[in-house]
């Protein structure tokens, strides 16, 4: 499906089409059908063993691991394994959270108000642009939404350069302007549908970080994230910033929702099947959306409302949760030392795509200083931050213990280490110590889900023998070998057999377009 003349374009003539989103992992491609195909995927491929390493006499040339090596892994396994004990109190603090974030602003979970009031009944209809700025990718989607399906969606992406994350918020808003003029250059017939307010073009705008909303097509930025610092965002709308830019670029477009990238999720996922409950986003970024009696938002203000039924998407930025009960590393406060948002975010942090290479990266640096890895010299691609990719992380990790000889091609390619200069025993290393990083964030992940389900079942807005459907976009998700599988196996450990088969994690692929367009039609319907 994906045009040769253009590789970043996808059209899907049918239901819907993918995402080719975050951990600068893929491009484009197509696929009929929302649902669970790719999860699935995940799902019945075999559970791998736990790796067997060795404890060695200190020569790591004979394929085993240095003792001191063995020491480090014997650390990370006691951390990044989590107890379900400490699972359960990672819960408590996160439903502490969750309530504070409810009755009052600026808590440490944010708790924001969507104005998504409206759910998606899957009657829906309309032709909509949606321009979805991500972590990585800025992304112009036009689809047709008709009879509960995508009819038509045509999508371009492009990677957001990295002077513009931290430039200003005009260049930004202008990047994204040339941006859609060059793809309705291309596929436009919105302009001639003549829907939306004086024959504008209908737009809804996925916009993935926090902000503080007070209406369904107005807001402010809290704060950036995922490498983003752009300092004169703050105080301003964004809708109008984005209209403001369209309008110089002679686009003539009115923005009807601006949603974050998890309450679109959600919206896209509930358009197809009415049981879906939450919408989580494990890509560069991570964090979660659940829809909430709008009774229980103490915090909204003229949100008062007796009536039991009203609902509002909240968008919790669960990335932003801290508890001493988290298997926090140091080379978790490393990372976060070297981040634009230091202080902040350290379940994302913890968890997404953008921080697992690195966070492998200051392991073995410390392994290779104090444990002969690599020969002991410290390599100098191994000492520049952020250059060991979580694809990379991926890889290896999907590569397992079995195959050490590949880890080693790619250790040494990744790292410009010639390949005589990586032993068994490091390559062993690396791979478990990938294998660890991937559980320890897969398991958050899933304890974050279970925190959510928990809190929904307490409150009676769940009951206990319903589907509980969770709308999951992210490459994290989508090409982290197992990703699912493991979070699966902390349901099961944390709600038992019987209670786990309840959760069903699907990937919403391209959710947050399809989502933005699905909550602008019911806007403007
Ligand atoms: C942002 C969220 C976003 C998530 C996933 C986080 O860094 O704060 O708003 O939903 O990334 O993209």
């Known amino acids: 499906m994906v045009k040769e003349e253009d590789r970043k374009t996808t059209t899907a003539a049918t239901t819907t089409g993918s995402r080719a989103s975050s951990v600068s992992l893929l491009v484009c491609s197509a696929v009929l059908g929302i649902g669970a195909g790719v999860g699935l995927y995940f799902w019945n491929r075999t559970k791998r063993n736990r790796t067997p390493w060795r404890r060695g006499k200190g020569n790591a040339n004979k394929g085993v691991m240095t003792k001191t090596q063995v020491d480090l892994l014997e650390g990370y396994e006691g951390k990044c394994v989590l107890t379900k004990k400490q699972m359960e109190g990672i819960i408590e603090d996160f439903l502490a959270r969750m309530e504070e974030g409810l009755e009052r602003e600026e808590q440490q979970l944010k708790m924001?108000?969507?104005?998504?009031?409206?759910?998606?009944?899957?009657?829906e209809e309309g032709e909509f642009l949606a321009i979805d700025l991500g972590g990585t990718n800025s992304r112009v989607v036009r689809l047709a939404l008709k009879g509960g399906q995508v009819r038509e969606m045509v999508a371009h992406e492009d990677p957001i350069p990295k002077e513009l994350m931290v430039g200003t918020t005009k260049e930004l808003f202008d990047f994204i302007a040339r941006q859609v003029k060059t793809f309705l250059g291309k596929h436009n017939t919105l302009a001639q549908s003549g829907q939306g307010k004086g024959g504008k073009i209908p737009i809804g705008f996925c916009f993935s970080y926090p902000m503080k909303q007070t209406g369904l097509a107005n807001g402010e930025i809290v704060n950036w994230n995922k490498g983003f610092d752009i300092k004169d965002t703050?105080?301003?709308?964004?809708?109008?910033?984005?209209?403001?830019?369209?309008?110089?670029?002679?686009?003539?477009?009115?923005?009807?929702?601006?949603?974050?990238?998890?309450?679109?999720?959600?919206?896209?996922?509930?358009?197809?099947?009415?049981?879906?409950?939450?919408?989580?986003?494990?890509?560069?970024g991570s964090?979660?959306?659940?829809?909430?009696?709008?009774?229980?938002i103490t915090k909204l203000q003229g949100g008062e409302t007796k009536r039991e039924e009203d609902k509002m998407i909240v968008n919790i930025e669960w990335g932003n949760f801290k508890s001493s009960r988290l298997p926090y590393l140091e080379e978790d406060r490393e990372v976060d030392e070297r981040t634009p948002n230091k202080g902040k975010q350290h379940f994302e942090k913890m968890i997404s795509g953008m921080y697992l290479g690195e966070m492998v990266r200051l392991a073995c640096l410390r392994a290779s200083a104090e444990g002969n890895l690599f020969g002991g010299s410290q390599k100098d691609k191994l000492q520049q931050a952020w250059t060991f990719p979580t694809s990379l992380v991926s890889r290896i990790d999907g590569l397992g213990p079995?195959?050490?000889?590949?880890?080693?091609?790619?250790l040494s390619a990744a790292l410009d280490i010639p390949r005589a200069e990586i032993t068994h025993g490091c390559a062993r290393f690396v791979s478990r110590l990938c294998q660890l990083v991937g559980d320890r964030s897969a398991a958050l992940a899933a304890t974050g889900v279970t925190a959510i389900y928990r809190y929904l079942m307490q409150s009676k807005q769940v009951s206990p023998n319903q589907r509980f459907v969770v709308a999951v976009d992210?490459?994290?998700?989508?090409?982290y070998p197992r990703y699912p599988e493991r979070m699966q196996q902390t349901f099961i450990s944390l709600l038992g057999k019987e209670q786990a088969k309840r959760v069903e994690l699907v990937h919403s692929p391209d959710g947050s377009g399809i989502g933005t367009a699905v909550i602008a039609a019911a806007t403007a319907r």
């Open 402 to 410: 079995e195959k050490l000889d590949q880890v080693k091609k790619e």
């Open 234 to 284: 703050f105080g301003k709308d964004l809708v109008e910033l984005l209209e403001g830019s369209l309008s110089e670029y002679k686009i003539q477009g009115k923005v009807f929702a601006m949603v974050n990238d998890t309450v679109g999720t959600l919206a896209a996922h509930k358009f197809i099947d009415q049981d879906t409950q939450l919408g989580v986003i494990l890509g560069t």
């Open 112 to 123: 924001l108000p969507s104005f998504v009031e409206k759910m998606p009944c899957g009657k």
């Open 287 to 296: 964090n979660a959306a659940y829809i909430e009696g709008k009774r229980r």
């Open 474 to 479: 992210g490459g994290l998700f989508e090409h």
